[in-house]
Every structure is written in structure tokens, then in C-alpha cells.
T-cell receptor, first 115, second 118 residues
Framework: DAKTTQPNSMESNEEEPVHLPCNHSTISGTDYIHWYRQLPSQGPEYVIHGLTSNVNNRMASLAIAEDRKSSTLILHRATLRDAAVYYCILRDEADRGSTLGRLYFGRGTQLTVWP | GAVVSQHPSRVICKSGTSVKIECRSLDFQATTMFWYRQFPKQSLMLMATSNEGSKATYEQGVEKDKFLINHASLTLSTLTVTSAHPEDSSFYIC??????????????FGQGTRLTVV
């Protein structure tokens, strides 16, 4: 699986936007960019994923660079409940069958949200 | 979204005993589930791939005789930590996905099991 690089930690104030960067310079043309987050003492939860175009859902937005070598997860208004470790992970389009759902986690970014 | 349920959420056991952790997909069938382990302040580490009706596939360095995996049905996988020792104390998490393939599929995780071996 291709490697991603994220800052170890970031901070934000409540109700402000947060931009979490991820570098993936070795991304292949068939890799999807996935984001998951893990709240303290819980299993990870899915946030968003995309391939080439920017994506929006109720939780966040994903902005993908034109060359796909980097991406940014955007939380439009951070809340205290968004304090978590955010993981950026690449998943191959060809990933299927017995490897479906298998993820390799890096260290992620610890997001601290201040009231 | 789909739900993956893990039980128990927390367990304390004596050194030398075995502990079984269950992972269920509540509203979908999962032919494949995954087991992860997470030590404090560290990231998740994939331990093994659980395949319904066949043997599990273990990641390099994970002892298959130590961590027994059984995937007897399309909705249940179990991880048994045999002859547990204090160094096995960790947060164990399972996951599964819905769909037929491709990287364009999200994974769903259980809430995790905190194992403490005393």
C-alpha cells in the first residue's frame, strides 16, 4: 500500500474551519484516498473518500490536488466532538475479495479542538 | 451505515488464561473481517484477515497459534487470545466492509475490546 504523510498534531478553536493535510506523492492512478478518524477509546469511523474530484458529505469535505499527490480534509466548523486522530489512507481500486476492507494505518494527525 | 458490533468492550483476565472476543456484522454479511491491535499512543496494526469458512491469513510477525481466529458464519468472527500474558494487553478492533470490491468501499469498525492481562 502506498504511503501517506500527515502532521503529527494540529489544533483548532471550536466553530472554526480545520484543514488537515495529507501528502501521498507515490499515489497510483487507481488509489482511492480514504479518511478515517478515531475518537478516544473507540474504533475508527469512516469520514470520506475520493478518487480525483473533490467530495462533500455531511461530516466533511475532501479536496484533492490536481496531481493527486496531496489532499486536504476540511471540517467546516470544528466542534469538541471532532477531537480525534485522523488517518489518511490510500486504497487500491483493484482491492477486492479477501482484501476488501483491509486498511494499513499510519500514525495519523491528532486534532485538538479548544473551546 | 452498516454496523459492526464487538463484544466484550472490556475484559480483564489472569495471565495464562484464554480470552475470546466476538465481532458481528449486524445488518450485512461479511465474508471477510479484519482484526487489528492498538497499543497505547500507537496506531492500529493489522493482525489478520478472517475468512468465512476457511483459515485466517495472518500478518507477518503475528503468531497464529497465539491468536486463534474463527469465522464460522457470514456475520460472526471470533478472536481468541490463548495463554494470555501481560504483553498481550491491548485494544483489539475488528472491521468489515460492504460491497463487492474495489477501493471505493468504506470499512466499518467495531467499538473495540480493551484487554488487560494481570
Amino acid at each position: 500500500d502506498a504511503k501517506t504523510t500527515q502532521p503529527n498534531s494540529m489544533e483548532s478553536n471550536e466553530e472554526e474551519p480545520v484543514h488537515l493535510p495529507c501528502n501521498h506523492s507515490t499515489i497510483s492512478g487507481t488509489d482511492y484516498i480514504h479518511w478515517y478518524r478515531q475518537l478516544p477509546s473507540q474504533g475508527p469511523e469512516y469520514v470520506i473518500h475520493g478518487l480525483t474530484s473533490n467530495v462533500n458529505n455531511r461530516m466533511a469535505s475532501l479536496a484533492i490536488a490536481e496531481d493527486r499527490k496531496s489532499s486536504t480534509l476540511i471540517l467546516h466548523r470544528a466542534t469538541l466532538r471532532d477531537a480525534a486522530v485522523y488517518y489518511c489512507i490510500l486504497r487500491d481500486e483493484a482491492d477486492r475479495g479477501s482484501t476488501l476492507g483491509r486498511l494499513y494505518f499510519g500514525r495519523g494527525t491528532q486534532l485538538t479542538v479548544w473551546p | 451505515g452498516a454496523v459492526v458490533s464487538q463484544h466484550p468492550s472490556r475484559v480483564i483476565c489472569k495471565s495464562g488464561t484464554s480470552v475470546k472476543i466476538e465481532c458481528r456484522s449486524l445488518d450485512f454479511q461479511a465474508t471477510t473481517m479484519f482484526w487489528y491491535r492498538q497499543f497505547p499512543k500507537q496506531s492500529l496494526m493489522l493482525m489478520a484477515t478472517s475468512n468465512e469458512g476457511s483459515k485466517a491469513t495472518y500478518e507477518q510477525g503475528v503468531e497464529k497459534d497465539k491468536f486463534l481466529i474463527n469465522h464460522a458464519s457470514l456475520t460472526l468472527s471470533t478472536l481468541t487470545v490463548t495463554s494470555a500474558h501481560p504483553e498481550d494487553s491491548s485494544f483489539y478492533i475488528c472491521s468489515a466492509s460492504v460491497g463487492t470490491g474495489w477501493g471505493n468501499t468504506e470499512a466499518f469498525f467495531g467499538q473495540g475490546t480493551r484487554l488487560t492481562v494481570v
